[in-house]
């Protein structure tokens, strides 16, 4: 407990809102979070799985129309409209105050309020930030304590200091029509209300360490990204890490766990996990770039994790971990979902909570059914996943879902071209939010949904941090593992194969690695990119490598009408870097 007098003010004023039966503390102890579960498997708020084969294992459905994030429903309350941006749903704060305020009056009435102290980061470290959020969800108590540092740690981090997130979510009655999920960055203050899913009810993760975080970062000189972080380790024993930022469901898992191919195996290289969703960046005393993950876990998409794919991200959920709208295997009470293996189980429940045998071609785990795994359960999680000092980046890869057009890897020429790669990414929209699936959009950095602030902005702050970077900037690249072939078949093979792109990213890093400049950047020589073992032809390889300058002359088209919106706050370096690209392709 705290004696923190802005925590306690604060808490009974959201009291006296909400009106909740009771208040109960989170300390973070293993008795009080297993009596939780005990309750909630009461109300069948989770299902305990076979303890055997998947201890401390639960299982947990969200209502079928929340399932996802909800871009629509998630505001940006800047005092001033300009501020949020033109990517940004926005909403005055004293309107969104008295409209999430009236819906919250008297919401936990007959429920439990539970107060969680966390901190996103670790203890003591500067870097480190307390949250508190309060919700009448069990199910987010206990996820909250497997992806973020929860308990008495969070008050000794915070001391005293008025400096945490204070973060309010509460169910109510799940009406879509009435769901808000509301960032307010000169509050240091997130509301949520009538949502019970991942990304808008775990406020620590993208509410709090990218939207709040991102201004946080704008304003005190640091970075907060959607990114994975990744180590690999040389036969000599050193480490180069890299971060990757690709948008929801492209494939930040799977990277930042990948199991390397045999040929490096054979060698003696290695793949360290840091972090899989989010990174903090900050420029070290050294003048480097250093990273640190500040979640405690993954929650990583189910459908497609399997032995082959992504056996890491797989091992970590055999003990302590949640399932969100997966099957339920009714024959020896564990989980499945598509892509695990394929032999849907016989007697099983959908994600619906209907039978459900895998026989009438309907799929039986949402396609954004997840699982909430403790880092710690990673057999590859990084000797530094605990350093509070983080990790020095080397490189920084952009990436995205996209059928045609971007190549298989380049090199941006330099931080500014890099910077203009990142704010052009585009991707096709996957099951991660609400809405359309396999539409290509602009998602800058990935961080569309995540940046707390003006994109115009945001693209400055990279800029400025390049510029105090100076030589020691990490080298930026751009990735798409999704090339298409005419029959609609993946070409690269991906997954742990990665990898083989990855050694070209450290060997460019190194000064070393074939490479020809193109129009859009430095690609790579055939052969640069190792494909010993591998079912992929030269001419297939070449072909990924191509740069067609007519669909790079459409995408600078693309860019330049995207570019107008963001107005007078888009840095003039972004029009220059567009104008080279125009020029390039001509
Ligand atoms: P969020 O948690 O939403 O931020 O997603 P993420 O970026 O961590 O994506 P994740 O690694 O969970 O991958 C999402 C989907 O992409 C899964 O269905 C994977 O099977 C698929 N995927 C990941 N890597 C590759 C790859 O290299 N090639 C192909 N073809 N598919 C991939
Ligand atoms: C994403 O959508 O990028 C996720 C899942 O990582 S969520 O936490 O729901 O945002
Ligand atoms: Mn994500």
Known sequence: MTTNKHVLTWVSEMEAMVKPDKVVWIDGSEAQLEELRREAMSTGELEKLNEEKLPGCYLHRSVPNDVARVEGRTFICSRDKGDAGPTNNWMAPAEAYEKLGKLFDGAMKGRTMYVIPYIMGHKGSPFGKAGVELTDSIYVVVSMAIMTRV??????????????????????????????????????????????????????????????????????????????????????????????????????????????????????????????????????????????????????????????????????????????????????????????????????????????????????????????????????????????????????????????????????????????????????????????????RRDPMAMLPFCGYHMGDYFGHWLEMGEKLGGKAPKIFNVNWFRLDDDGNFIWPGFGDNMRVLMWVLDRCEGKGGAVETAIGYVPTPGAIDITDLDITGEALADILSVDKGLWAADAASIREFYQGFGDRLPQEMWHQLEILEANVK
Request: with cysteine; net charge neutral; aromatic share 10%.
């Open 151 to 440: 308990g008495q740690q969070a008050w000794d981090h915070l001391g005293g200091s008025n400096d945490f997130v204070r973060g309010l979510h509460g169910k109510k009655d799940l009406s879509e029509e009435d769901r808000y999920i509301c960032h307010f960055p000169e509050d240091n203050t997130i509301w949520s209300i009538n949502s019970g899913y991942g990304g808008n009810v775990l406020l620590g993760k993208k509410c709090f360490a990218l939207r709040i975080a991102s201004y946080q970062g704008k304003t005190e000189g640091w970075m907060a990204e959607h990114m994975l972080i990744l180590g690999i380790e040389n036969p000599k024993g050193e480490t180069k890490y890299i971060c990757a930022a690709f948008p929801s469901a492209c494939g930040k898992t799977n990277l930042a766990m990948l199991i390397p191919p045999e040929i490096y195996q054979k060698q003696g290289y290695k793949v360290w996990c840091v972090g899989d969703d989010i990174a903090w960046l900050r420029i070290g005393e050294d003048g480097r770039l250093w990273a640190v993950n500040p979640e405690a876990g993954f929650f990583g998409v189910a459908p497609g994790t399997n032995d082959k794919s992504n056996p890491n991200a797989l091992a970590s959920t055999k003990k302590n971990s949640i399932f969100t709208n997966v099957v339920h295997n009714l024959d020896d009470n564990t989980v499945w979902w598509e892509g695990m293996d394929k032999t849907p189980p016989k007697h099983a429940v959908n994600w619906l909570g209907q039978p459900w045998d895998g026989t009438d071609g309907t799929k039986g785990a949402h396609p954004n059914s997840r699982f909430t795994a403790p880092a710690k359960n990673c057999p590859c999680v990084s000797p530094e996943f605990d350093n509070p000092k983080g990790v020095p980046i080397s490189a920084i890869i952009f990436g995205g879902r996209r059928a045609k057009t971007a190549p298989l890897v380049y090199q941006s020429r330099d931080w500014k071209h890099g910077v203009f790669v990142g704010s052009a990414m585009a991707s096709e929209t996957t099951a991660a939010a609400a809405g359309a699936v396999g539409v290509v």
